[in-house]
């Protein structure tokens, strides 16, 4: 059957630029948001988000009047979901457990309007099993129609997973050309989410089973993730042996089958730095190496903020008519990744918050995509303040903006490379 309707539960980073696209295709699409200033926004053919193009297509959509966003499910064919899927709240040590809450929530919030035939797809990133979790809270709401996890093949509601994988800044493209893995709870749940995403994926998509969709896209960053503890790990030796750690890597990438990535400040963002741990937590006595990968790469913050407590000291002992509160320590970038927006995991966040609780002087940021944060003891500054009164200069993120800057003081904490 045809979708003349598809709704959306979810405008975030991923589920706007999804409904956008489906949109942009002249399909209906129906956003939903508990955020009444995203739903308002989006009405009004803006965005709340910063994503190159996805201003442009919002707009077309709004104005043709092929999308509309709402606060309240209402009636459709489809149903996406992409909603966060956080943790619980652990103590220090302790695996943390995955927060199914905002698909629960999504699930009973659609219930009320699913009829026969729909289709309903899981989008957000879930721990293995989160999709038959999912259909079982459907079948709870809806006693009068039935699911595949109940009969299978001739269900009246289609149930799938299918998990993005797109890099912020480049959704627009990717949501078309990437490969989509489809694993529908039956063959009919897979075929039907197939028909559906084929209204805009120009790549392939590939038809597996619920539990190996949702297992196939916490691979992919879970492997990513222990790709980067490696390069983390080799800056930290390379700094305890006088060794650059740029040069090492470029060096060891000429071997012809060798590809080290470059170390950062840590990794943040709400896949690489999040997924993983959907492993971990399903299977803590076997997921071994990426338990290992995740501690590494979340140490990385304070390894980098006791560089920065080196750099005051080494600045007191070279100024000993300054106090600490006369050093001024300004951090460039707070995103979790380059020309981005996008604060959330961000280690960059972490640190400056670190310093800022920490630093008996001033601390200042410069993040050029967003025009305020909500921080105790940190100021958003400009670039060219920054140049002039700034004493230790913290680069954590490889905006475009810093990479024209040349930064002449002697104290410069460089996490990226770039200067």
């Given amino acids: 059957m045809s979708y003349e309707t598809v709704s959306v539960i979810g405008l975030g980073y991923i589920g706007l630029p999804t409904a956008a696209m489906f949109a942009s295709r002249k399909k209906k699409v129906i956003g939903v948001d508990v ?6 926004t989006i009405n009004q053919g803006k965005i709340h988000i910063v994503e190159p193009d996805l ?59 699913l009829k026969k035939g729909d289709l309903v797809i899981l989008e957000s990133t879930s721990p293995v099993g989160a999709t038959e979790q999912m259909a079982e809270w459907l079948a709870k709401y809806r006693e009068d129609l039935t699911f595949p996890q109940q009969v299978g093949e001739v269900a009246d509601v289609n149930v799938a997973h299918c998990p ?35 209204t805009f994926v120009m790549g392939e998509c590939v038809v597996t089973n619920a539990r190996t969709a949702e297992m196939a896209k916490l691979t992919e960053n879970a492997s990513r993730d222990v790709q980067i503890a490696f390069a983390n790990e080799l800056s ?50 076997k997921a071994k190496l990426i338990h290992t ?9 304070s390894w980098v903020v006791d560089k920065v407590k080196i750099a005051v000291a080494e600045f007191l002992n070279l100024n000993p008519t300054k106090t600490i509160k006369d050093i001024t320590i300004t951090c460039y970038g707070l995103a979790f990744k380059a020309d981005i927006d996008d604060l959330r995991e961000s280690p960059a ?7 800022a609780n920490e630093h008996a002087g001033e601390v200042t940021a410069i993040e050029p995509n967003v025009d305020s944060i909500d921080v105790d003891n940190i100021r958003l500054v400009t670039i060219d303040e920054s140049l002039s009164k700034t004493d230790i200069h913290v680069l954590l993120v490889e905006h475009q903006q810093f990479k024209k800057i040349k930064i002449q003081d002697q104290f410069v904490i460089d996490t990226k490379g770039i200067w």
Avoid at 85 to 95: R, Y
């Fill in 35 to 40: 955020s009444q200033h995203a739903v308002d």
């Fill in 55 to 113: 201003d442009m297509l919002v707009s077309a959509a709004v104005q043709q009047g092929y999308l509309k966003a709402v606060t309240t499910p209402e009636p459709a064919d489809a149903f996406l979901i992409a909603v966060p899927t956080p943790f619980k709240p652990c103590k220090e040590g302790e695996v943390p457990e995955p927060d199914l809450s905002y698909i629960h929530a999504a699930a009973e919030a659609i219930a009320p309007v």
């Fill in 164 to 198: 993005e994988r797109v890099l912020p800044g480049k959704v627009v493209t990717e949501l078309v050309q990437n490969d989509r893995v489809i694993g529908g709870i039956s063959k009919r749940c897979s075929e039907r989410s197939v028909e559906l995403y084929k």
């Fill in 236 to 285: 930290i030796i390379c700094d305890d042996l006088d060794i650059s750690v740029w040069e090492l890597i470029s060096l060891a990438n000429r071997h012809p089958r060798v590809n080290i990535l470059q170390p950062g400040p840590g990794v943040g963002g709400h896949c690489i730095a999040v997924d993983p741990w959907f492993i971990v937590s399903k299977t803590p006595d």
């Fill in 293 to 301: 990968a995740r501690n590494v790469n979340d140490s990385k913050p």
């Fill in 349 to 355: 966040l972490e640190i400056a918050k670190i310093i």
